[in-house]
Each structure stands twice: as structure tokens, then as C-alpha cells.
């Protein structure tokens, strides 16, 4: 188990770069080498960071020189999670250490009731987070 990356900011700010260039219909697909100068993240990440949001189903992408990666939907219909989804798929927030040594610390059922309780304490916050990124879409961070 490991906890979040940063690649879910970089997945929004790619998203929402996506939109803007193309609002300016500058670009129908936007190219690798745009964005990463554009947002500062090198290719090798952003490619990364643009499999899986290609794999989700969020972005389309088009190959040759006019190619590159485009929205599959408007940003009023992709919701916070459905990015966090496809960037952390199904890491967790919290890591949970569970290789010290038992004999030393408490009685082993207490320990482990001691170890499920923090478990599910940790777990109910992580689900009330993805309660939290159901409820906004994209187009929520941008200004009103």
C-alpha cells in the first residue's frame, strides 16, 4: 500500500490545460511538447500521468503531426474523483506499517485491535474524502 502521488494535481491541471487550449481553438489535439513546456511537467511524467487518464477514458488521443491528446468529455461532466480514479486507481491514502515487532509492543490481540481500529478510523476519512470528490466537477475549480 502506498500513498497518493502528486500526479493527481498534474492530471487536473492537464485537464483543465486541455480546455483552455482548445477554448482557443488554437489546437484540436494539443501535443506532448506544448504541454509539457506549457505546465512544466516533463514528458516522461506527463506521459505517464496522460496513459492513465487515456486509459480512464477522460482524454482521446490522435497520432501524427496534427495529433496529440484531446477531452473525451466537457470538464462540466468529469468529476474530481473520476480523475483521482484513473490517476490512484487503487492506492491508498494512508500507509499502514504492520512489520514491527510484535512481542515487544503489547499483547498480540491487543496490538491487533489496536491495529484494526486505526485501519478503520483511516479508511472512514480516505471514504469521506472520495465522498468530498464525487460531489465537484473540473469546471468547479475554475472562477466563477
Keep these: ?13 492537464i485537464l483543465l490545460y486541455i480546455h483552455f487550449k482548445s477554448s482557443e481553438k488554437k489546437y484540436s489535439y ?25 486509459n480512464a477514458q477522460l482524454l482521446v488521443s490522435k497520432a501524427g503531426p496534427t495529433g496529440g491528446v484531446a477531452l473525451n468529455k466537457s470538464i462540466d461532466e468529469v468529476t474530481l474523483m473520476e480523475v483521482f480514479l484513473a490517476i490512484e486507481n487503487e492506492n491508498h ?3 499502514i506499517h504492520k512489520k514491527f515487532n510484535r512481542e515487544v509492543l503489547y499483547e498480540t490481540e491487543i496490538l491487533d485491535e489496536i491495529t484494526n481500529n486505526g485501519i478503520r478510523v483511516l479508511n472512514e476519512a480516505e471514504n469521506s474524502m472520495h465522498d468530498v470528490l464525487k460531489q465537484y466537477y ?3 475549480l475554475l472562477p466563477k
Excluded: C, R, W
Design 138 to 140: 473540473l469546471a468547479d
Design 93 to 95: 491514502l494512508f500507509s
Design 30 to 54: 494539443l501535443s506532448t511538447s506544448v504541454m509539457s513546456k506549457g505546465l512544466n511537467i516533463p514528458v516522461p511524467t506527463l506521459n505517464k500521468v496522460l496513459t492513465k487518464l487515456k
Design 1 to 13: 500500500m502506498s500513498a497518493y502521488s502528486h500526479a493527481f494535481s498534474q492530471a487536473i491541471e
